[in-house]
């Protein structure tokens, strides 16, 4: 289909999910990820709990929803990869081409985010490997604590558990939209809800449920302040995957007729029950062992704290090993998202089959991956800036990239493109729930966006 049919017969050029459910799971499976898993509990548990959790969904509404509509709305108006969709629709609605460049930046945010959480992924295949072996039983936090020092030390380790990673995602993405991308997800996600409620049932008979229900669900607002908000706005726009173009990558492949609202709504509610009962477990097995889930922070709480308690609880080998597999599975699906930007760039700009720009786009994420490895061993001496190169990596990425490319996806929705257009993709019988976007997307999306990028680079 020629680039000058009007937007509404544009097609993609990949193909379309089969179905609704099956791009809920595929947007769901790019936002559950280890952000879900891992750092919610974290960032509750540093910012009081309950009251940070209430903070957290109402952000969630507040910037998490409009953006989200945004993304998708652009993907399918564009119906190519985010930086042609952006190119596409700057010439449709205001008559430039330069809006491209939005695309750009979360190509490549995309494209780097990948290059080391290719790495981190890595280590829970090393994790579950070990885990189920038992290495972990009886062992104390000393002991504990070494086995992860040890695996940030060896080069070759991450090495190895980085190209199985890498090499399975490559795999996926060359597979295509619906053999590929549509088959994993539909197994994987089903997958990981099974796993994560046989964790619950196990943190309900082996942890301490009610320590941890009470701490994530009943309110104390002496615990929040300022910054205790930022977080909770920060993390209510990494969650979903936005800013990356993965969004707006998978939005493309939308048919028509599905109504955006209803599937932006499914997937944040799925998005929000996975973190919501994963933080259960967690704090379950944290209170369990009397460990203060305020102490626990980055990757401490995943590698060395859950490792020491499952290690000292009854069946801990083998909930320890599905508790890696979860990390995994979540690791995995949003790992294709990030991917997937980029190789659709790669197929329609170079013409080459999606076999081969999987190869060349995940061979050079691959070899970035190795600057996060070095950093833990070789080059753990050079810093610069922020620290070592992983650290210069994730700041840039996430302080500076994903704020900046999401404000511009929202920006561009909600004020330069036409209302005619956004009320073509969005469905303007449903006035209320538009006028609700339109609102949010205007103004206070926008603003939250600015405030979290001016407070990540230290100027607010």
Request: proline share 4%.
């Given at each position: 289909m020629s680039e000058k049919n009007s937007p509404s017969e544009r097609q993609s050029l990949h193909g379309q999910w089969s179905s609704r459910l099956a791009f809920i799971l595929a947007v769901s499976g790019s936002a559950v990820g280890l952000g879900n898993i891992w750092k919610f509990p974290y960032i509750t548990g540093v910012n009081g709990g309950g009251a940070f959790v209430l903070v957290y969904l109402l952000c969630i509404v507040a910037i998490g929803l409009p953006i989200m509509i945004s993304e998708i709305m652009l993907g399918r108006r564009g119906r190519r990869n985010p930086i042609t969709s952006m190119e596409l629709l700057g010439r449709e609605e205001t008559g430039s081409g330069t809006w491209k460049f939005v695309g750009v930046i979360g190509l490549v945010a995309g494209f780097l985010i990948l290059s080391y959480y290719s790495v981190i992924a890595g280590w829970t295949l090393n994790y579950f490997i070990l885990s189920s072996k038992g290495t972990f039983t009886g062992l104390m936090a000393p002991d504990v604590n070494q086995v992860f020092e040890n695996l940030n030390q060896s080069f070759s380790t991450q090495l190895i558990f980085h190209t199985i990673f890498m090499a399975v995602t490559i795999l996926i993405i060359a597979k295509g939209i619906r053999q590929g991308l549509e088959r994993v997800v539909v197994i994987l996600m089903p997958a990981l809800f099974f796993i994560l409620i046989v964790l619950l049932f196990y943190a309900i008979s082996q942890g301490n449920i009610s320590e941890g229900f009470t701490f994530m669900f009943k309110p104390d607002f002496t615990k929040i302040d300022g910054s205790s908000v930022l977080a909770a706005m920060g993390h209510a726009f990494f969650t979903l995957s936005l800013g990356m173009g993965c969004v707006v990558a998978y939005g493309a492949y939308l048919p028509k007729q599905e109504s955006i609202f209803k599937t932006t709504y499914a997937i944040?509610?799925?998005?929000?029950?996975?973190?919501?009962?994963?933080?259960?477990?967690?704090?379950?097995?944290?209170?369990?062992?009397?460990?203060?889930?305020?102490?626990?922070?980055?990757?401490?709480?995943?590698?060395?704290?859950?490792?020491?308690?499952?290690?000292?609880?009854?069946?801990?080998?083998?909930?320890?090993?599905?508790?890696?597999?979860?990390?995994?599975?979540?690791?995995?699906?949003?790992?294709?998202?990030?991917?997937?930007?980029?190789?659709?760039?790669?197929?329609?700009?170079?013409?080459?089959?999606?076999?081969?720009?999987?190869?060349?786009?995940?061979?050079?994420?691959?070899?970035?991956?190795?600057?996060?490895?070095?950093?833990?061993n070789e080059l753990s001496d050079f810093t610069f800036w922020k620290g070592t190169l992983f650290d210069n990596i994730d700041h840039l990425t996430s302080n500076i990239l994903l704020p900046t490319s999401g404000l511009l996806f929202t920006v561009f929705a909600g004020w330069f493109m036409s209302k005619k257009s956004s009320s073509d993709e969005l469905d303007i019988n449903r006035k209320f729930q538009y006028k609700f976007w339109r609102f949010l997307a205007r103004y206070i999306a926008p603003i939250g966006v600015l405030v979290i990028f001016l407070n990540a680079i230290g100027l607010f």
């Open positions: 944040i509610i799925c998005d929000t029950l996975i973190a919501l009962v994963a933080g259960l477990v967690v704090f379950s097995i944290v209170f369990d062992n009397n460990l203060d889930p305020s102490q626990i922070a980055g990757a401490g709480l995943i590698f060395k704290t859950l490792p020491l308690a499952f290690g000292q609880m009854p069946s801990g080998v083998f909930f320890g090993s599905i508790f890696f597999i979860l990390l995994g599975f979540a690791a995995l699906t949003s790992a294709i998202s990030l991917l997937e930007p980029s190789v659709a760039w790669m197929i329609e700009r170079k013409n080459l089959s999606r076999g081969l720009s999987a190869i060349i786009m995940g061979s050079i994420i691959w070899a970035l991956g190795l600057f996060t490895v070095l950093s833990g």
